[in-house]
């Protein structure tokens, strides 16, 4: 599959304050790149994210939604990333009967330290939906003008 | 009607050099609600946050956005600048166009593209925010001390020479650490019990301070300024009110096959004993899992030897509740196991000891008397090799990525010992890298080199093999000659590495506090706020946030003890407001929420709800705000929506999802 | 009186479809709904009632009414065009026909709705005599013939032929544009398949229910019985009776967020919703009592006091057949009947 | 070698060796656990300084290559997980890749092989030569 | 079913229960309503056959806040949901007397109409007394017969189980009916192809009229108001003009009730374009006893359900175990 270049896909990336956002914020101050596709929502806490807002995402048009926490175990809530898991895990397995192939859709636990992990993560996904292309299957028809 | 002021900031050429801010502002004009959009150089700066006031006085905005660096960086300070000028400084949101945009995007037209909608984000979300008022809650003037050790005696000191009272808890029946086991110390060679044991005295004598030895925290709830602790003071078998220290029961106790935990299991103890002679407090404890009486009903000698019948055979493990404002943890290290480096045939030879267990053989109270000898027969070694990052600086997964800081430093300690006290002995150091920052640090281990003779070698060790004669051959090689080197042996030391004591996973999940990878306890920020834990109220002394030595330990348990003070000292704290809010009438009251609440911030009321017209007494969810701390796990697990998130609204984020993707 | 062959309805529709879109009774996914023809649908005229009405055609479940969108910092407004193009509407059965006449007493009297009369003014009705009517039925209390169909055209399915009787002057123009596949045909045929459907209704448990009760009906008798509070207590609250009826007509408006702007539509409603009508000071029916009360004051008595005593029902059974809770129109009507001999 | 070829077989070498050799801190650890130390030109640590260097044509034409017993030691042992081991092992592959295909097939081991040869050593020879 | 209308008169007379939720007869032979009886005279018109679908514990939420006890009749599927419901404080168990009733499987009159069965006047033969092999069914075209069976709700060929999770007594035989596997469905979904599935879904879900049946019917719907109802998302949308609002009603539906489904098939049961709604429902529990381990919504009262419980080294999510 050749990957589309011109592509340039609309990823929400719903990072938690702590970590995750921090991770952003390193991977900043570290001058790491990653594709300008990609636009972060800071949440508290990746528990925060509700399965409304992912679909809401791709309602709106968006190509693939990615949402980054602290690892297991390092919560700032303690738990909040556990309850998040699970959530995430059951509405992704459903999203797929709805179109929405896994590859759009992704959590990954990236701490204040990894700035590093925080772009490859953002470079592999966004390269992941170009090769996937636009998400035509569970966008709202009325949102494209 | 919104009035919304956004104010893009060059940050230098930090922002502006990937993004055309210039443009930025233009576009953010055109947005809904915008009525004033500016640029500037330096928005943090005085001057740019005049701008920022002038503009919300002036046009009287209802919200701003600043585009500008990490809201983690500056958003208080924009904050109070909005709240200055009159504004609800949480009618302030930031756009990250620094960290997460112009430092990370090198093309200027998709640097600016980004810009844009990043900000026209903040703008959606800005337009649905609310005026938030942080909430008033008192501050308990007692700090706790969890641990001991020398960390956590200097703190709680600290803290009681200021007036405030502390608890310390320390999970020993003695509270000074591992500094208690140490013979000497670098690079000065005090003798360490005698620098320390004062301290304890201090301590213990201090009327200030209260020492829950042999105790364990079992629960904490509550958060800053209000913390509800559950402390496990476990059975002593012995009445701490009535022993007066004479030692007659550990005389007499006949079962002494446990091993000492202070001379790291080099020696022997009875079932009833303190530590070390110094002990504080100089209470014995009964170990239930070696003490005869407690474990089938015979002997019962000590307390027939006790003049002061402070023996209690029928004590239990008492639970006190007290209330704090602070926490300081000061829970310290371990050595780790070595049974990832069976090269090093720490588990096949009595004559491969750790360091510490050095420290013991050293020590004139030790398992012998002070002298230098083999554990295996007892006799004087002539050659010590020592092996330096055993377990430290590992990617392999066997042991520590990290450097263990003190090993270096210790290991030259051990050397000058040895050579200075026995010349005749060659000690024999395999190092990887030496590394002596600190003041004298360098000149000592120099001294090590160039005075005493000892012999460094550059290059690790690859096995330690026992030989049937009893000596050890140590198969290493030296990197600098390109020679591989076989030693033989009598005894060898290895550095091992060091980790956070075990306890402190649990007592941090209780304190809520996060944890790395290693588990040390993650501080607030690792250059700015090194002695605090992001967890308000909760502080960081020793080495439970990272590998330290004595000195730079007493300076953080200093450091935390100034933060405590800063904070008892307040009569009232000011409480988050971005809590969640359940709207009654929505709520089902079906308990999901509290199920997932990590801080029992909800609790349910029977309530006379109106709704729209129809009056009921419903079951409704109630969130306390001061517990909430606004994770908002409730939100996402409420199928009706009433529970809600201020300051991160569903609203809020949908808009800045729809105004992401637009 | 015209007829063709059975075989020959898809040559029929092909011939209508190449000009005008077609709305007719089309099976997807196990159900039977109306939908625009092409050359793939599966056409099924067998199934007696399409879970949703053929109201749908003239009245869509959802529908723009304009865009307003952001241009800079100023609103502009792109306003929904109206339907300008012919099209058929084809396999409608004597109630759903009925049920159009009752919208048209909504929406074409003052204030006309311009966009239903657009369509109502571009779409020719080619309705079809019932084959077997169902235990549900009872259009007959409403005086609707289901063995003979108003519309502009209606069809009779006899053996191999659908017999084709032109009843207005849209249905002749229609007739002329199928005159290929059309041919000549006497009435006989006809009239036995009307005897042959009549005596079936005739057997029809519902068909002969009585509305005397409800004719001239005194408003308050009716709304302050004792008989609502039993009849409402199953009802779930769902919207399923009025989404498949043929004659509710009532809608909501709401703004869809685009992406620089909004899209104002209008959506089906239903008055069994608790947010129905729902106002800033809060609903003016609280409970579900007087919801479920609404809509059937509404059918038989509001309705009709206006509209010259026209009920808005128009004995489909489709409520009787889709009710989660089995409370449906019959129901109520039966309780009253009970109440008024007690 | 050319500068740009040496470079690829450096990159070679990491890939086939699925090891990092940046991560090597240079502890030694792996000469000090090499039975065949003395017997090499270039030590075990020393390997992976040649590939970080893309020093390749040397580290080809070296002795060692063929002194290494693969017995994994530092494999086994490395800290950082760079294992030299199998840096060597890599460095061989390619050398025998270069030379052609002139190494043995599959079928005609059984008949070569003396039966008092250790089983060890017959092991260790697969690894080095089996591809 | 004479023995269980005694026993409820019994209780009406004793005062330990002020009014009976149950069924009332219907006027077709096949559609009986959920019916709060006040007095023992309305009982006689109340019935109890294999037409009863209806899971009357959601009605209890309403019936909990009625004057006094309400005897309720569940069936064994149907105490799944109460329990659950007494989990979330929906309902008052202290207000409620259950009598368990048997089940020999319930009938679906769209399973005998899709057989090319019209006019029906009466349908004998599903009586719970019977023995339930064989319906006949009384038409103006003349008799038919079916085989119960054939026409049995599809939950009721997966069934749990005969067996009531909570009660206060038991009345009447049930009989097993479950002759298929409860996931096999949800295995050939799996087993299709991301655009397959994408296919089936959005057929199936572009019949979707918003008439809200399988959310009002669904006893772990339980919400005063639901949020597609409420403004909290900007959710409340109505519409059904593109097939994203279906979708997203659907699938958050689901995902609301996941952990909480107790799998009871109202909502296929009631859907009026006939889409397998339970399908969304039975995925996640599958993926719920897959990754977390057996869970079954309302066996009791009081586990935590697995969407507000999780463990150390839960599955991560796009992972399959």
Not at chain 5, 302 to 309: A, C, I, R, S, V
Request: aromatic fraction near 8%.
């Amino acid at each position: 599959m050749s990957i589309n270049q011109e592509f340039k896909p609309k990823i929400v990336a719903f990072c938690c304050n702590w970590c995750s956002y921090a991770g952003a914020d390193l991977a900043g101050g570290s001058r790491l790149s990653y594709p300008a596709d990609v636009k972060i929502i800071r949440v508290p806490c990746s528990c925060r994210v509700n399965p409304m807002f992912i679909l809401r995402a791709f309602e709106r048009g968006a190509d693939g939604v990615i949402i980054c926490g602290c690892h297991p175990g390092d919560c700032h809530y303690s738990t909040g990333n556990y309850y998040a898991r699970r959530r995430m895990t059951l509405l992704f397995s459903m999203l797929d009967y709805l179109g929405i192939e896994k590859e759009r859709t992704r959590v990954e636990w990236v701490s204040a330290a990894e700035g590093v992990k925080f772009s490859t993560t953002m470079n592999e996904f966004v390269s992941a939906v170009r090769e996937l292309g636009p998400n035509r299957r569970l966008g709202d028809l009325r949102c494209k003008d | 009607m919104n009035g919304i002021g956004v104010f893009v900031c060059h940050c230098g050429s930090n922002i502006a050099a990937t993004v055309d801010v210039k443009k930025v502002v233009e576009m953010a004009k055109l947005e809904p609600g915008v009525v004033h959009a500016e640029e500037y150089q330096y928005m943090c700066s005085e001057a740019g946050q005049e701008r920022i006031a002038k503009a919300i006085r002036e046009k009287k905005l209802s919200g701003i956005v600043v585009c500008s660096c990490s809201p983690r960086m500056h958003e208080t300070t924009f904050r109070k600048c909005a709240e200055k000028a009159g504004l609800n400084p949480y009618m302030v949101e930031i756009a990250n166009l620094r960290e997460q945009c112009s430092w990370v995007h090198k093309d200027i037209n998709e640097g600016t593209e980004k810009a844009v909608i990043l900000t026209r984000a903040a703008i959606a979300k800005v337009s649905l925010n609310t005026s938030l008022y942080a909430g008033e809650s008192g501050v308990t003037k007692r700090a706790l001390v969890i641990g001991g050790g020398i960390a956590g005696i200097q703190t709680a000191l600290d803290i009681a020479d200021a007036g405030y009272e502390v608890d310390i808890v320390e999970k020993t029946p003695s509270i000074g650490g591992k500094m208690a086991q140490l013979d000497k110390t670098f690079p000065t060679l005090d003798c360490s019990a005698c620098i320390l044991t004062p301290k304890m005295v201090d301590a213990a004598a201090h009327e200030k301070i209260n020492i829950y030895s042999y105790s364990e925290v079992e629960k904490v709830s509550g958060f800053v300024g209000d913390f509800t602790v559950d402390i496990r003071k476990k059975a002593r078998y012995v009445n701490m009110d009535k022993c007066t220290g004479c030692g007659a029961c550990m005389e007499k106790c006949p079962s002494k096959k446990a091993l000492s935990e202070f001379n790291s299991g080099l020696s022997t103890r009875p079932a009833i004993y303190t530590p070390f002679a110094q002990a504080i407090p100089n209470v014995p404890v009964i170990d239930p899992s070696q003490c005869l009486k407690l474990k089938n009903d015979k002997c019962g000698l000590c307390e027939r030897v006790c003049q002061a019948g402070a023996i209690d055979y029928k004590q239990e493990d008492e639970i006190v509740t007290r209330k704090y404002g602070a926490i300081v943890v000061a829970t310290g290290f371990e050595v780790i196991k070595l049974d990832n480096y069976d090269e090093y045939a720490y588990s096949q030879s009595k004559d491969v000891i750790t360091s510490l267990e050095l420290e013991r053989i050293m020590n004139a109270a030790g398992p012998t008397k002070g002298h230098l000898e083999r554990l295996s027969d007892g006799k004087a070694p002539k050659n010590i090799v020592f092996i330096q990052c055993v377990g430290s600086r590992c990617a392999d997964g066997k042991g520590k990525s990290y450097c263990s800081k003190i090993c270096c430093m210790y290991t030259a300690k051990h050397a000058i010992l040895i050579r200075d006290k026995y010349p005749d002995v060659n000690v024999t150091v395999f190092y990887i890298d030496v590394r002596t920052p600190g003041k004298n640090f360098d000149e000592f281990y120099r001294r090590a080199v160039e005075e005493y003779g000892v012999n460094y070698v550059k290059g690790q060790v690859g096995k330690v093999t026992p030989e049937p004669n009893g000596k050890l051959t140590v198969h290493g090689v030296d990197l600098l000659d390109n020679k591989q080197l076989k030693v033989e042996a009598d005894m060898v030391v290895l550095a091992a590495a060091i980790e956070p004591s075990p306890e402190v996973r649990n007592i941090a999940t209780m304190l809520t506090a996060s944890i790395d990878t290693n588990n040390f306890i993650t501080e607030a920020h690792p250059k700015l706020r090194p002695v605090e834990s992001p967890t308000a109220g909760v502080f960081l002394s020793g080495i439970c946030q990272g590998p330290k030595d004595i000195p730079e330990t007493v300076s953080q348990a200093g450091a935390a003890a100034v933060k405590v003070i800063g904070l008892l000292a307040k009569d009232k704290l000011l409480t988050n407001p971005c809590t969640a809010k359940a709207d009654e009438l929505l709520c089902n009251g079906c308990s999901a929420c509290f199920n997932v609440c990590p801080y029992g911030a909800i609790s349910y009321e029977d309530k006379l709800i109106n709704d729209h017209g129809v009056r009921e007494t419903r079951r409704v969810a109630v969130v306390n705000n001061a517990l909430c701390q606004g994770c908002g796990a409730c939100t996402v697990t409420c199928p009706s929506g009433a529970m809600d998130l201020q300051g991160f609204s569903n609203r809020q984020i949908i808009a800045e999802v729809d105004a992401i993707c637009r | 009186m015209k007829k063709f062959l059975k075989s020959d309805l898809n040559a029929l529709l092909d011939i209508i479809s190449e000009k005008e879109r077609i709305y007719l009774p089309v099976s997807e996914a196990g159900q039977t709904n109306y939908a625009i023809y092409n050359e793939n649908s599966k056409v099924d005229l067998d199934t007696l009632k399409t879970v949703k009405s053929a109201k749908e055609v003239f009245f869509p479940q959802s529908e723009t009414l304009y865009t307003a969108f952001m241009d800079g910092k100023k609103i502009r407004i792109a306003q929904e065009e109206l339907e300008k193009e012919e099209f058929v509407l084809f396999g409608v059965k004597a109630c759903d026909v009925r049920g159009i006449e009752v919208l048209d007493k909504v929406f074409l009297s003052e204030p006309v709705d311009s966009f239903y009369k657009a369509r109502r003014d571009h779409g020719v009705i080619v309705a079809l005599a019932c084959g077997e009517p169902e235990e549900s039925c009872f259009c007959k209390a409403f005086g609707i013939d289901c063995a003979e169909p108003e519309g502009d055209v209606a069809l009779y399915d006899c053996g191999d032929y659908y017999f084709w009787d032109v009843k207005t002057e849209k249905g002749t123009a229609l007739t002329e544009k199928c005159a290929s596949v059309l041919s000549d045909a006497e009435e006989a045929p006809v009239k036995e398949k009307q005897e042959e459907i009549r005596k079936i209704v005739s057997l029809l448990p519902y068909m002969n229910i009585s509305l005397d009760s409800w004719k001239g009906a005194t408003t308050d008798e009716k709304f302050n019985s004792d008989v609502w509070e039993e009849l409402y207590k199953p009802c779930l609250a769902c919207g399923t009776c009025t989404f498949v009826c043929p004659t509710c007509q009532c809608y909501d408006i709401k703004d869809y967020k685009t992406k620089n702007g909004v899209q104002r539509y209008r959506c089906w409603d239903s008055c069994m919703y608790s947010d129905f009508t729902m106002m800033a000071h809060g609903n003016n029916r609280t409970s579900q009592l007087q919801r479920f009360r609404q809509r059937f004051m509404h059918k038989l008595v509001y309705f009709p006091a206006n509209n010259d005593g026209m009920f808005s029902c128009v004995g489909c059974g489709r409520c009787v057949d889709k009710c989660p809770a089995a409370a449906n129109i019959i129901k109520v009507i039966k309780a009253f009947e009970k109440e008024g001999n007690r | 070698m050319s500068h740009a070829n040496n470079k690829t077989a450096a990159a070679k070498i990491a890939e086939i060796s699925g090891t990092n050799p940046l991560k090597c801190m240079k502890c030694g650890k792996c000469s000090a656990s090499c039975p065949a130390f003395d017997k090499m030109d270039i030590k075990p640590h020393q390997f992976v300084s040649y590939v970080v260097n893309e020093d390749i044509d040397a580290l080809a034409k070296c002795e060692s290559l063929w002194y290494c017993l693969s017995c994994f030691a530092c494999v086994e042992r490395c800290p950082r997980d760079v294992k030299p081991g199998k840096i060597v092992d890599a460095a061989r592959q390619m050398v025998v890749r270069q030379k052609g295909g002139n190494y043995l097939s599959a079928n005609e081991i059984p008949a070569l092989i003396d039966d008092d040869v250790p089983q060890q050593l017959l092991v260790s020879a697969f690894r080095k030569f089996r591809r | 079913m004479q023995r269980l209308i005694d026993r409820m008169k019994e209780l009406l007379a004793d005062g330990t229960v002020q009014r009976v939720l149950g069924w009332k007869q219907g006027d077709l032979g096949y559609n009986p309503e959920p019916h709060y009886f006040n007095s023992a005279e309305e009982l006689d018109e109340f019935i109890y056959d294999g037409f009863c679908g209806a899971n009357l514990s959601k009605y209890m939420i309403k019936g909990s806040e009625l004057e006094g006890k309400t005897l309720v009749l569940l069936k064994p599927c149907d105490t799944y949901s109460f329990n659950q419901l007494i989990k979330e404080h929906r309902v008052d168990r202290e207000k409620a007397y259950i009598i368990g009733v048997g089940c020999k499987g319930k009938l679906d009159i769209e399973k005998i109409k899709a057989q090319g069965i019209k006019g029906i006047t009466a349908v004998k033969g599903a009586e719970i007394s019977g023995d339930c092999d064989e319906l006949t069914v009384e038409t103006v075209y003349g008799e038919k017969k079916v085989a119960y069976k054939d026409a049995m709700l599809e939950r009721c060929h997966v069934c749990k189980g005969k067996e009531h999770k909570i009660y206060d007594e038991l009345l009447l035989d049930s009989v097993d009916t479950c002759d298929g596997d409860r996931f096999e469905c949800v295995d050939e979904l799996d087993s299709l192809t991301p655009e397959e599935k994408f296919n089936f879904f959005r057929k199936e879900l572009s019949k979707c009229i918003r008439c809200n049946a399988c959310r009002n019917v669904c006893p772990a719907c339980s919400c005063r108001k639901c949020v597609f109802d409420s403004n909290k998302f900007d959710s409340a949308q109505k519409a059904n003009v593109d097939p994203f609002e279906e979708s997203m009603f659907h699938i958050i539906r689901a995902f609301h009730v996941a952990g909480r489904c107790t799998d009871c098939g109202e909502c296929s049961r009631v859907c009026p374009q006939g889409i397998p709604l339970h399908l969304f429902n039975r995925k996640f529990i599958k993926d719920i006893n897959e990754f977390y381990g057996e869970f079954i919504a309302g066996e009791d009262a009081e586990t935590k359900g697995p969407l507000t419980d999780f463990t150390l080294d839960d599955i991560e999510p796009g992972e399959r175990r």
